[in-house]
């Protein structure tokens, strides 16, 4: 029976017992959301590449709805990423994809890692830009997601309903978080029509902020001038601490833009990027005393939208000048307490890793190792007509969907080949607006 392309019609259809069995179990409950804009509650059930076909089941519905996956924009799992096995490793490719998982061997050709959803995964070594020992970064709040718990004042609070929040305007909102380390870094999205905003850190309180009296930092974008950073001092009210120019316009519209707050309390340094760009470094001789775990945004005049917040440790180098970033000469070791290495990786064994250097060959423990950044090689670009998919562990792939069925997803990564994950760990999908689910690119 062919469906229609209305989600009414859908749900009507399968609460009317309209619809198909698919075998196996359904994924973890999420949010289905349509090009359209339209949304419902679901899990995913069933997959069929030869006619497009996506089942999902609706909580309310008795029988499973079949609709192609051509209408889908996403599948979202509104749960928190489970954490991460014990000394993972992230491995990072040129095409876009971020897995994680045990190392068991990397040569000259070819890396070997085992991930806790997939299984054994081969990766082509000069595929690889990165590898980062996931224990070096703890991720304190990413979200929002439905069900989220924020403050707009000191004694209101509010649960968000999807994955972005409105702030109104000339008013402080955020998320109430355990803690911000005092070696912080905060990415976050921000869509707003003029670059005249604030966002406050280390607070401990939102009704400091609402009286004036700033415990911790605020940083604050004034038109397409300054950014500027700012704290309170008793009996001083906020003050200017640090200002910096900003070189080109920050072009707003009402699009989103990343920003990304670094702060690091024991070398007394803020630094700020906007969309991938360091726009200010600053020192400060008086950091907060008792740092609070409130990170707060304000529109000034505007209502802005907040969304993709990510606050995590921070291993202190600001991106684009360390070994973060692959290097187009030699491989680049970082080690944890700070040093560095330079020279080509020649295996890993694990415990530890061989690397040549001018000094001669060395081995070094893998536990003391924060990241290794690989010598560029030849650049694969992301294919954008591929859906992304996020599991649990929040390994991240760029995928065809070959099939679902029997609590088993079937997919095609760009990086891994051909692999299966249970459907239950699933955390997103999303699909390109021209996606067909997964069929061969005509190219």
Not at 6 to 32: D, E, F, K, N, Q
Not at 226 to 233: A, D, E, H, P
Not at 318 to 325: K, N, V
Not at 374 to 386: P, T
């Amino acid at each position: 029976m062919k469906r229609t392309a209305t989600l009414s019609m859908w749900i009507s259809a399968a609460l009317l017992g309209v619809g198909i069995r698919a075998p196996g179990g359904p994924s973890a409950p999420g949010t289905l959301t349509l090009h359209n804009g339209d949304k419902f509650a679901a899990a995913l059930e069933a997959f069929d590449r030869d006619t497009g076909a996506l089942t999902v089941r609706h909580p309310f519905a008795r029988d499973p709805i079949e609709l192609p996956a051509s209408a889908v924009r996403s599948f979202i799992v509104a749960e928190k990423p489970a954490p991460s096995p014990q000394n993972a490793w992230i491995a990072a490719t040129s095409v876009g994809e971020s897995i994680r998982g045990q190392l068991t061997r990397l040569d000259g050709e070819r890396l070997a890692m085992d991930n806790i959803h997939a299984g054994a995964i081969t990766l082509e070594r000069r595929d690889i830009t990165a590898l980062v020992w996931s224990a070096a970064e703890r991720v304190l709040y990413e979200g929002p997601e439905a069900g989220d718990v924020w403050q707009r004042s000191p004694n209101e609070t509010f649960k968000t309903d999807g994955a972005a929040v409105k702030v109104p305007a000339d008013s402080w909102a955020g998320p109430k978080l355990s803690e911000i380390p005092r070696r912080a870094r905060m990415d976050f999205t921000l869509r707003l029509y003029a670059p005249n905003f604030r966002i406050a850190f280390y607070e401990q309180s939102l009704r400091s902020l609402n009286e004036g009296d700033h415990k911790g930092y605020v940083v604050q974008f004034a038109q397409d001038s300054n950014v500027l950073l700012m704290r309170s001092r008793p009996m001083a009210g906020l003050e200017r601490v640090a200002h910096a120019p900003l070189k080109a316009p920050i072009r707003a519209n009402a699009r989103d833009i990343r920003f990304v707050i670094f702060a690091d309390l024991e070398r007394r340094r803020v630094a700020v990027s906007v969309e991938n760009r360091i726009v200010a470094d600053w020192t400060d001789d008086a950091v907060p005393e008792k740092p609070g775990a409130i990170l707060a945004f304000y529109g000034i005049q505007q209502q802005i939208t907040v969304s993709k917040i990510r606050v995590a440790d921070w291993d202190g180098r600001l991106p684009g000048g360390d070994a973060s970033s692959a290097s187009a000469t030699e491989d680049q070791i970082a080690l944890r307490n700070g040093d560095q290495l330079a020279g080509p990786v020649l295996a890993i064994e694990p415990p530890v890793c061989r690397v040549r250097t001018r000094h001669g060959e060395l081995s070094v423990p893998l536990i003391n190792i924060h990241r290794i950044a690989f010598k560029i090689g030849e650049m694969r670009g992301r294919e954008s007509d591929r859906p992304r998919l996020r599991l649990s562990d929040d390994s991240l792939f760029w995928i065809r969907l070959l099939k679902i069925e029997e609590g088993v997803a079937h997919i095609e990564s760009k990086s891994a080949g051909p692999l299966r994950v249970p459907v239950s760990a699933i955390r997103e999908i999303a699909w390109p607006a021209a996606s067909d689910g997964g069929a061969p690119s005509p190219k």
